[in-house]
């Protein structure tokens, strides 16, 4: 593959990235001209071999063959920084090959957990808005960020079980961790419209509450309605209220560097490269009016 | 206020469909909810999604006794499940090692030491079947009809890195010592 040229326009404002999680070459080779960076999530470029986990090189080898004038993030999905008794080593582990491989901008994780007791739960929770668990995350934030020494931001997630007993509110928790840590914040445009669906979050006074100077990057994407839920499940393109929603929350956020599409590696397939392609124009077209 | 490692602990044992701490009222609220129900589903669901991408001709197997999604689950209610698909799929086919069917047996214990072995295992694997394992693993391919078991003899089968072709089978007379290399 040739090197992919990042489009010059968008370098010094916002970029657009996307999800790439390997072993679609010529999928990588039609989005690159479309995206400024490639999102990496490092869990699900890894393997593991008689208990050794580690990145798979061909995957790896892929991101490289883009050539150094493209942008990288890592975004992470197995940290599971809220988990009360240790957050996974492993991942580190993961995360210290991708950062001695590539010059990440940022790298970011879920507000979540994901293991307990060393289990794995097999979905991601959301953390109970208390000042226990936000001992908890800034203790951590802080270590993750001395130990790699560029920017790290956390996302909300979504919250499908009734919220527990809580003492800040939805945006005041993510204030709170921001302040204290410095961290900066990915808000999800599609998590909060899944939030208001399933939970009724006032997605206005949640952004009225945030402190939109901490947010960083922007997460759209497009799920499905199952059960009368919204699953947070990255299968579709953007519904236009989402990216309508996307394009608010970065007017109003100063410090936004990027917009990134996602969709899951099990959903190329049926969306189609075509389907994928088209988004990322549409994305683009409307990131830059 | 009810303490993270509680929490944590007792929506753990919920949507792993255990029994927990009760006497807690939002793991109360949480475990008759509707939301853990659609949480527990999606969990399933994504390790269904899993096995089947790495344990082809296992999947198919039980896809065709109807009874996938239900192993599935069990397996998800009673094992910690690793997040990555490798280890997954292994402890996966690890727990069918005892499953009454003895085709079952044999295809899950097939498939395991075929992975294990590409993972570089220099363990040597026997799997033995009731019919002729080709033909199995054709009628699962092509989803065509199933050979029925045969009566008289088994297959013996060896599975490992030193093997050309990784596998050796040898069909075997239950009556008697007589053995053949299978065709």
């Keep these: ?289 | 206020m009810t303490s993270l490692a509680v929490q944590q602990q007792g929506l753990l044992d919920l949507i792993k469909g255990r029994t927990t701490n009760v006497s807690d009222p939002y793991l109360r609220d949480v475990a008759g909810c509707r939301e853990l129900a659609m949480l527990r589903e999606i969990a399933v669901w994504w390790r269904k999604v899993h096995v089947e991408s790495q344990c082809r001709f296992t999947s198919r197997l039980l896809k065709r006794m109807r009874n996938f999604d239900s192993v599935v689950s069990a397996y998800f209610n009673e094992n910690a499940t690793s997040p990555f698909v490798e280890e997954l799929a292994l402890d996966f086919l690890r727990t069918l090692r005892d499953d009454p069917d003895p085709l079952v047996r044999a295809v899950s214990q097939f498939e395991c030491a075929l992975q294990s072995v590409r993972l570089g295992s220099a363990d040597v694997f026997e799997v033995t079947w009731d019919r002729h394992p080709d033909l199995v693993i054709r009628a699962l391919e092509q989803a065509s009809e199933m050979p029925a078991a045969e009566v008289g003899c088994i297959y013996r089968m060896k599975v490992a890195n030193d093997i050309p072709g990784l596998i050796a089978c040898t069909r075997m007379l239950t009556r008697s010592a007589t053995a053949s290399a299978c065709e």
């Design chain 1, 1 to 289: 593959m040739a090197s992919a040229t990042a489009n010059p326009c968008i370098r010094s404002g916002v970029a657009l990235a996307t999800t790439y999680e390997g072993d679609d070459p010529v999928l990588l080779e039609r989005i690159a001209p479309l995206v400024d960076a490639i999102e990496i999530a490092p869990d699900t470029i890894a393997r593991s071999d008689s208990k050794q986990q580690h990145l798979r090189g061909e995957v790896l080898d892929e991101y490289s063959w883009l050539g150094p004038r493209f942008r990288f993030v890592a975004h992470g999905i197995g940290l599971s920084i809220g988990s009360h008794d240790s957050w996974n080593e492993t991942y580190l582990r993961l995360l210290d090959e991708l950062f001695s491989r590539f010059d990440l901008e940022w790298h970011s994780e879920h507000l979540a957990w994901t293991t307990c007791g060393g289990e794995n739960s097999g979905t991601m929770f959301a953390l109970p808005r208390t000042e226990e668990a936000l001992d908890l995350i800034c203790e951590r934030v802080t270590r993750i960020q001395q130990r790699y020494g560029v920017p790290f931001l956390l996302e909300h997630v979504i919250q499908l079980l009734p919220d527990a007993p809580a003492q800040f509110t939805p945006a005041g928790f993510l204030n709170a961790i921001t302040s204290r840590t410095g961290c900066g914040l990915i808000v999800d445009a599609y998590n909060l419209e899944c939030d208001a669906h399933n939970q009724g979050l006032d997605i206005r006074a949640f952004l009225d509450g945030l402190d939109m100077a901490a947010v960083r990057e922007v997460h759209i994407a497009g799920g499905v309605q199952y059960s009368g839920f919204q699953l947070d499940i990255h299968s579709r393109p953007a519904r236009d209220t989402t990216l309508t929603l996307a394009l608010e929350i970065v007017a109003r956020a100063p410090n936004v560097r990027a917009v990134t599409y996602e969709f899951l590696k099990e959903a190329i397939a049926p969306l189609g490269h075509d389907a994928i392609c088209a988004e990322l124009a549409r994305l683009r077209k409307a990131i830059q009016q």
